[in-house]
């Protein structure tokens, strides 16, 4: 069989998209994937790290903040700063700013209140690593669930952030509006994901796992997941081709949880 | 020693917490509340430090783990030995 790219998904204690997030990736877009433990120093090789949603650490303190220090989290700053892909969703966006790797901080929702809901974000640059498959104001319809999701940078890191193009989805309407309701959490310009100056990190509060099969409702969240394979495909030359994703889907069984708490 | 290290968010960064008790506050009759700002209080416990290590000490573990500097600030004091 042909080699696909491989991806590790990252497991804290308190994640709780783990599973999800390693289904869509394995027997959704048919990529290698293996979990990788908080307590872990060794990456496995991926071509890919995923910080995925949950609650690691019981998000005591402030929402990621003692996620940082796992010694996994030590190997992801090396891996991100050599430029690995590194894609946070949710939770894993959290402790990406908690690490230093993405800009910013995440206030409570204005409403105060757990958003679980499907939204609808528009894709500002689609020139990343992570939106290269989609189209430039493309809107996806991709659910939020979180309790911090409320983006905030201090104005000089937010104009930053506009002049070089690192908010790579902002939320809107249907239509594409970044009207007001829309906004749901409140996000300073209506930011709901960001990416590194450098374009290798990206951190996004919509669950792109959530929304990649049809039968859930949407699959819009496989832009992200293609657009990764894609980058990782060009990078990689002929060597790792597309064969094995027009394969016939297996649904292969999922490992069973590793390691001890 | 004992310190208390009191974390509340920067004046510039909006508290929806503080606004929602200072809704509370105001629908209950309370007036004179002007504004409400929430925060963190911790309480930690040193050993075989003395003071001068301690003034180093906890503005570090502060600065480093518990507040987000990028949105918090914090102060602090010694309430004990």
Redesign the interface.
Known sequence: MDKTMKFGVVVFPGSNCDYDTFHVLQNVMEQETVFLWHKDSDLQNVDCVVLPGGFSYGDY??SG?IARFSPIMTEVKKFAEAGGLVLGICNGFQIL??AGLLP??M??????KFLCQHVYIRIENNKTAFSRAGRKNQVLNIPIAHFDG?F???PEMLETLENKNQIVFRYCDEQGQLTEEANVN?SLHHIAGVINEEGNVLGMMPHPERASEKILGSDDGRVIFESIIDYLEKKAGQGKKKAARQAKPVVSPLPPLIGNL | MKVRILVS?KP???D??GQ?VKNALLTLGYEAVKDVRQGKVFEIELQNVDRQTAEKLVPEIADK??A?P??EKFTWEIIEG
């Open positions: 303190l402030r903040a700013q908690e910013g901080a206030l409570r929702n204005k409403n105060l409320n905030y940078a201090p409140g | 968010l510039s960064v909006l929806p917490q929602a783990v518990l987000n990028i949105i």
